[in-house]
């Protein structure tokens, strides 16, 4: 009998997005299957070609999700170095141009057959299920452990009737998460709250950061000039991903940065204003396009200049000290993880940011030890992710008979609610027009023909 454990991870996105919950799960799945000690499923969004090009840059399509999968297990190769034994299935799913993100179609977690079912990772759980109708997943999977990506509240208080609308996620998000997770994992304390949830940064860093930093700490050990160029920031060019932050410290402080050069990297729907807004600055920024963080050109900065407070944990920032640079960033929680890492720098306001970003082009980056650097691998990661889910260890005994009559009244009781409270959430999710007041995507209850077509399945007209 195989008594591995078999864990399914389920996620929003998928590549070339190259988004936080396209690439981290793909690496997570890699990295707990590299000891072939656990069979890993890794679940993914197939989109209608007319989707795609909404989605996937430089006009990148797939007629098929074979096809896809291709492209995907190249990219991460070439990335991990070696070949990975996880496998891949697609689950439906459709584009909201509203909402800027996929969400799923139909019950996803049929793609997971009954007998196979047996541990469940929800990468962001509130996402997947805000609309999800089918059995129940706690009911399916012996164990079901949500991932707290995205800080939803901040991204919606940011819109028109922000904060009745944060109000009502926020609980509509503990409402879901409460009836379909065993357990929460919080990248860090810049997100939601849940009840029982514990705070732990489960992501690493493409390990081709790690050999950029590896050989630019041999550069310093011989002696070499290592890095040549001064300060940069990189990112998703839209004003909520810490360019109004950045450019707001750099206009209120051109006085005392006289002098200051600063590159920034980025695409995206505000790249027109970013763009005006640093050309008028007395200050030296240069607005570039979108490039590759593990570039040749981003070798040599010395400096990243990270401002951004909404992000859960930047990816960017774990980068960039990897590949052994010098970070200054918000004293903020999201930045917490990174706080133990020597080249790390946190200012707590304005002027703190003018000091240290004046220090840190004096000055050159600590040289990391074997330790710090593994720390921000997905080796370490994957560790710490199996210690906060209880996977490091054999389950626990069940209590004792005694301990068992004792709790037994208010466990019943509990369960009832949360019971009651997940038929609620089935029953509202089954009508369409339910779903499209809480702003589900129409039509979205089960796959359309082409899209049952493409991936195999039965014609939802045939049902």
Not at 64 to 82: C, M
Not at 112 to 129: C, K, N, R, S
Not at 384 to 398: G, I, N, S, V
Request: aromatic content about 10%; proline content about 4%; some cysteine.
């Amino acid at each position: 009998m195989d008594k591995k454990q078999h864990i399914a991870i389920f996620t929003t996105a998928s590549l070339p997005w190259m988004t936080g919950t396209a690439v981290n799960p793909l690496f997570r799945a890699a990295y707990l299957s590299k000891n072939g000690e656990r069979n890993v499923t890794l679940v993914i969004p197939w989109l209608s070609l007319k989707d795609q090009g909404l989605v996937y840059p430089n006009n990148m399509t797939f007629d098929s999700p074979s096809e896809h999968e291709k492209y995907i297990r190249q990219w991460l190769e070439e990335r991990v170095g070696f070949t990975s034994g996880f496998s891949i299935k697609f689950y439906a799913g459709k584009f909201s141009r509203d909402k800027r993100s996929i969400l799923a179609v139909g019950d996803i977690s049929e793609i997971i057959p009954d007998e196979e079912a047996d541990i469940a990772v929800l990468e962001e759980p509130e996402h997947l299920t805000w609309y999800h109708h089918g059995k129940r997943w706690k009911t399916k999977f012996r164990l079901v452990i949500g991932i707290i990506h995205t800080n939803y509240l901040e991204y919606v208080k940011r819109e028109k009737n922000g904060q009745m609308q944060a109000f009502l996620l926020k609980y509509l998000n503990n409402w879901v998460v409460g009836i379909y997770c065993h357990k929460v994992i919080r990248l860090s304390a810049a997100t939601q709250d849940y009840s029982g949830s514990i705070i732990c940064n489960v992501h690493g860093v493409n390990p081709k950061f790690l050999e950029i930093g590896k050989k630019k700490r041999e550069q310093q050990q011989n002696g070499e000039q290592t890095f040549t160029k001064g300060a940069y920031f990189i990112g998703k060019m839209i004003w909520s991903k810490g360019y109004r932050e950045l450019l707001q410290l750099l206009k209120d402080n051109q006085k005392e940065l006289a002098g200051l050069e600063v590159d920034l990297f980025g695409s995206g729907e505000d790249s027109d204003e970013v763009k005006k807004a640093a050309e008028n600055l007395e200050l030296a920024v240069r607005v570039n396009p979108a490039r590759d963080h593990a570039d040749a050109l981003f070798h040599d900065y010395k400096v990243f200049l990270n401002p951004s407070t909404t992000d859960v944990v930047c990816t960017t920032t774990a980068e960039a000290l990897a590949m052994g640079k010098i970070v200054v960033c918000a004293d903020h929680c999201s930045n917490d993880f990174f706080k133990q890492f020597p080249n790390c720098w946190t200012y707590d306001d304005s002027k703190g940011f003018v000091q240290l970003t004046l220090k840190v082009l004096s000055e050159e980056p600590v040289q990391l030890t074997d330790a710090q650097r593994y720390d921000l691998s997905w080796e370490a990661a994957t560790e710490r992710f199996l210690k906060a889910a209880d996977l490091d260890r054999p389950p626990e005994r069940k209590l004792s008979r005694s301990s068992t009559l004792y709790m037994s009244t208010s466990l019943n009781l509990q369960q009832k609610v949360e019971d009651a409270s997940a038929y609620v959430h089935h029953v509202a999710s089954g009508f369409e027009m339910s779903r499209r007041l809480f702003g589900a995507i129409p039509g979205s209850l089960q796959p359309d023909e082409q899209q049952s077509k493409e991936l195999g399945l039965a014609n939802p007209a045939s049902k």
